[in-house]
C-alpha cells in the first residue's frame, strides 16, 4: 500500500524529473561535445525532443491532478455554490470527452506504427515505443480527473469539486490512497 501511496503522489513528478534530467544531460552533452571536442553527438536532439514531450504530457497530468490547469476560478468561486458547480461540471465533461476522444485517436495512431515501424533518424529505435505517451498522458489526465471527482465524493461533495473550502480559503485535500 505504501507503494501505492508514493506513486499516486509522485507518479507524474518522478517522471518529469527524469524526463528534465534526460535533457539537460544531453543538451549539456551537445554543447561540450561540439564546443570542447569539436564533435556533433547525434543522439542529443533527439533524445531531448523525446524527453521534452513525455514531460509535457506527464506534467499535464500532474496539473489535472492538483488542480492547476488554466481555470478562471475567481469568477467560479463568486458564482452561487449550484451554478459553480455546473460551471465545473461543463468544463470537466468536455474534457473527459477530449481525453477519450484523444485516447482513441492516438491509440490508433499507434496501431499503424506498429503495423508500419519506422525508426528515429539518430536513435535507431521504433517509434511506436515514444509516441505510446500519447495513449498514457490522455489515459492519466482522464483518471486523474476521474479521480478528483472520486475524492470529492467520498469527502461530502462539498464546495467544488478538487477544492475544499474552508472559511473562505481553499485548502489543500487529501489523495485518494
Request: aromatic residues 14%; negative net charge; hydrophobic residues 55%.
Amino acid at each position: 500500500m505504501a507503494v501505492l501511496r508514493w506513486l499516486e503522489k509522485h507518479f507524474e513528478e518522478a517522471l518529469c524529473c527524469i524526463a528534465l534530467v534526460v535533457i539537460a544531460i544531453a543538451v549539456m552533452a551537445q554543447v561540450l561535445a561540439r564546443y570542447v571536442f569539436e564533435v556533433a553527438l547525434h543522439w542529443t536532439e533527439e533524445t531531448a525532443a523525446i524527453c521534452m514531450v513525455w514531460a509535457v504530457y506527464m506534467g499535464a497530468s500532474l496539473c489535472v491532478r492538483e488542480r492547476f490547469h488554466i481555470r478562471i476560478l475567481v469568477a467560479v468561486q463568486a458564482l452561487p455554490i449550484h451554478l459553480g458547480r455546473y460551471a465545473i461540471f461543463t468544463a470537466d465533461f468536455a474534457w473527459a470527452a477530449f481525453s477519450v476522444i484523444m485516447i482513441r485517436v492516438s491509440w490508433d495512431y499507434l496501431t499503424v506504427l506498429w503495423k508500419f515501424p519506422s525508426h528515429s533518424p539518430s536513435l535507431g529505435i521504433n517509434e511506436f515505443y515514444p509516441q505510446t505517451i500519447l495513449v498514457i498522458g490522455y489515459s492519466l489526465m482522464l483518471a486523474r480527473l476521474i479521480q478528483t471527482y472520486v475524492l470529492w465524493y467520498r469527502d461530502g461533495a462539498e464546495g467544488l469539486p478538487g477544492m475544499l473550502v474552508e472559511d473562505g480559503d481553499v485548502v489543500e485535500e487529501e489523495h485518494l490512497f
